[in-house]
């Protein structure tokens, strides 16, 4: 987003803004959505995978997957 983008967003946000309870429930909306964006974007990328991508294995991000136990009776 560039900066002329912001100045209009944090513009049109202002006008809705009338008590200093709007402002801090608005600061601290704004801060939760920018963090967990951040955040989302860092496993994202640390797990090189996004949501939307297709699988290359059929249970590669439920954890699920056959398993078969060998023991002494068989």
């Known amino acids: 987003m560039t900066q002329k983008e912001l100045e209009a967003f944090a513009k049109k946000a202002a006008k809705g803004i009338k008590t200093e309870k709007d402002l801090n429930q608005f600061a601290q909306m704004l801060k939760k959505v920018t963090v967990e964006t951040a955040l989302n974007t860092e496993l994202e990328e640390y797990l090189n995978d996004s ?11 439920n954890g699920y997957s056959s398993k078969q136990l060998k023991t002494e009776d068989g």
């Open 51 to 61: 949501k939307q991508a297709q699988p290359t294995e059929k249970n590669s991000r």
